[in-house]
């Protein structure tokens, strides 16, 4: 019979067994990247972008979105750590290293010839039974009770490079999450801003009880220091309408000009006299204000900044009671924000900021970080946004898991116990996730130094006899009880972990065809590169003339 080539010569393809261990590969290899960065002792690592800056830090996340790789499952897997991050943000060194481990142990279950459905079916209902087991083990807290919330924070930074200020940072992020919380949600991406100011002392980072916004009045004339201002937000321009592309007007007489002129000023002029009617302090627009504009308003004795971002504007509005308008004729009383206690511009390094501090019941508001260079500032920021997110998860969900690899290690330990009542493949799967959860206890007791396979053998022997809080002290290497030793978690990062690790690798097992190398469309000749003659035929040219 006679071979039939559909595909293109161009493409490569790669199917069966070769596909999926060069997947499993692939993952591995990106959790070998990151599995020393795991725990309080973890290393750091140092990053070069093409533009040639540099960034040190040890979060998983933050890694990989500055590694660029090809393989396809690679890529699936740098996909992982950003959904972590954005579902719970925190654990993405977690879920990355399980992730990989899972891919590892399911090695062994396809060499033994075991379908791959056969295999993801087993994962699936071995991830169920983790996720009760975790729902089991979990404890209540009372979110109410600041130090409690204080001491799961500071247990849960402890591996990040913020763990020498533990205190201070934990202590903004708890503020900035209790500031901007609601009933309904709690949005720390859009109301709770950091703002990075290089210079000063890492102690003298505060959360702002309301909003720093870097502009400076329009005139320098105007007030720069305002007792319980009258804010007035626009998110439109106050300039007159210019055409949308291209406007010619004829003039037959000049008085036709400066009746023109006349036209536009009143424009202005009926605007601002729509704001000043409201007796506003501060005008904040988010486009552009005409000189004009700038005049009448100063004359008024009102500040005005202008082109805010929108987000600036959104949290100054939550901050201060203020509506956002697009008109300034569509202005009412209601509409002007009333709760802002002092508006005050100050001068921090070479720029100017202006603060909206002692809001009555600020539901946004801003964190200044301070510090010796970007690189620091940068990564401390990276560090406090997983504090935010912890904190934000035990708001919503307030129930801890011991940490230091004790509920792992309790996952890997109820797994292999029920093992023994499953029949056939899928009791081969229980123990291959079972192993594949040890690796996180595995990899702290390795990146601290300690002898991984005698603490390892302890900490089973500690969970054989019903121990299920005990883990590893990642600082000494011990078997400690997590209750003594005040290391916790949320559970909701925990089952997210497992949830998101185990459903990654099952989509990557049951991948048995990669096709790529796509043929592209052939060069055009009539373009600038064909154009041009060979750098030989130039010289036979020139030698011949």
């Known amino acids: 019979m006679q071979n039939v080539v559909v595909l293109n010569q161009n493409t490569k393809r790669e199917s069966g067994r070769k596909a999926q261990k060069g997947n499993i590969q692939a993952g591995v290899l990106v959790a070998d990247i990151i599995r020393t960065t795991l725990g309080p002792r973890?290393?750091?690592?140092?990053?070069?972008?093409?533009?040639?800056g540099i960034a040190l830090t040890n979060d998983g996340h933050a890694i990989l979105r500055e590694i660029d790789v090809t393989h396809p499952a690679a890529k699936t897997m740098i996909d992982i750590a950003r959904t972590q991050d954005e579902e719970v943000g925190d654990g993405t060194t977690s879920v990355i290293v399980l992730a990989g481990e899972v891919l590892q142990v399911a090695e062994p279950l396809l060499e033994r010839n075991i379908h791959p459905t056969i295999i993801v079916q087993g994962f699936s209902q071995a991830l169920d039974f983790a996720l009760k087991v975790i729902e089991k083990i979990a404890i209540k807290v009372d979110i109410d009770d600041k130090e409690e919330l204080t001491k799961i924070i500071k247990s849960?930074?402890?591996?990040?490079?913020?763990?020498?200020?533990?205190?201070?940072?934990?202590?903004?992020?708890?503020?900035?999450?209790?500031?901007v919380r609601r009933e309904d949600e709690i949005d720390i991406k859009r109301y709770?801003?950091?703002?990075?100011?290089?210079?000063?002392?890492?102690?003298?980072?505060?959360?702002?009880?309301?909003?720093?916004?870097?502009?400076?009045?329009?005139?320098?004339?105007?007030?720069?220091?305002?007792?319980?201002?009258?804010?007035?937000?626009?998110?439109?321009?106050?300039?007159?309408?210019?055409g949308e592309s291209q406007t010619n007007i004829e003039m037959t007489d000049e008085a036709d000009f400066m009746r023109l002129l006349e036209l536009e000023e009143q424009c202005i002029r009926?605007?601002?006299?729509?704001?000043?009617?409201?007796?506003?302090?501060?005008?904040?627009?988010?486009?552009?204000?005409?000189?004009?504009?700038?005049?009448?308003?100063?004359?008024?004795?009102?500040?005005?900044?202008?082109?805010?971002?929108?987000?600036?504007n959104n949290r100054l509005g939550r901050a201060c009671g203020a509506t956002i308008k697009h008109r300034p004729e569509e202005l009412q009383e209601s509409d002007v924000g009333t709760e802002c206690g002092i508006f005050e511009i100050r001068k921090i390094g070479d720029e100017?900021?202006?603060f909206f501090e002692d809001c009555k019941n600020p539901k946004a508001c801003t964190i200044l970080l301070r510090g010796a260079t970007k690189d620091v500032l940068n990564e401390v920021e990276r560090n406090l946004h997983d504090a935010m997110n912890i904190a934000r998860n035990v708001v919503n969900d307030p129930r801890l898991c011991p940490g230091g690899g004790a509920t792992e290690m309790a996952v890997a330990h109820a797994l292999q116990e029920q093992s023994k009542n499953v029949d056939g493949a899928q009791q081969l799967a229980f123990r291959a996730i079972g192993l594949a959860a040890e690796v996180i206890p595995r990899t702290i007791a390795h990146n601290c130094g300690a002898h991984t396979v005698r603490v390892l053998t302890e900490l089973r022997a500690s969970h054989a006899s019903g121990?299920?809080?005990?883990?590893?002290?990642?600082?000494?290497?011990?078997?400690?009880?997590?209750?003594?030793?005040?290391?916790?978690e949320p559970a909701m990062v925990k089952t997210q972990t497992f949830k998101t690790a185990v459903e990654a690798a099952s989509?990557?097992?049951?991948?048995?065809?990669?096709?790529?190398?796509?043929?592209?469309?052939?060069?055009?000749?009539?373009?600038?590169?064909?154009?041009?003659?060979?750098?030989?035929?130039?010289?036979?040219?020139?030698?011949?003339?």
């Open 42 to 52: 973890a290393m750091l690592k140092m990053l070069l972008d093409p533009m040639g």
């Open 507 to 545: 989509m990557l097992l049951r991948i048995d065809d990669i096709v790529s190398g796509m043929s592209k469309k052939p060069q055009q000749q009539d373009g600038p590169q064909a154009q041009a003659p060979p750098q030989e035929e130039m010289e036979e040219g020139q030698e011949k003339m």
């Open 352 to 354: 100017y900021f202006s």
């Open 192 to 242: 709770a801003r950091i703002e990075k100011v290089p210079g000063g002392d890492l102690t003298e980072s505060r959360v702002l009880k309301g909003v720093m916004i870097n502009k400076d009045v329009t005139i320098a004339s105007m007030k720069r220091r305002i007792v319980n201002p009258r804010i007035v937000l626009l998110d439109g321009s106050l300039e007159y309408k210019k």
């Open 467 to 488: 121990k299920t809080s005990f883990g590893i002290d990642g600082s000494s290497g011990k078997i400690v009880d997590m209750h003594d030793l005040g290391v916790w």
């Open 270 to 312: 009926d605007m601002c006299n729509d704001i000043i009617q409201h007796k506003p302090d501060i005008v904040c627009v988010e486009k552009g204000v005409s000189d004009l504009a700038s005049h009448f308003l100063s004359k008024a004795g009102i500040s005005v900044l202008r082109r805010l971002r929108k987000t600036d």
């Open 156 to 179: 849960c930074i402890g591996t990040k490079f913020i763990r020498r200020w533990g205190d201070l940072m934990t202590s903004l992020a708890r503020d900035a999450v209790l500031t």
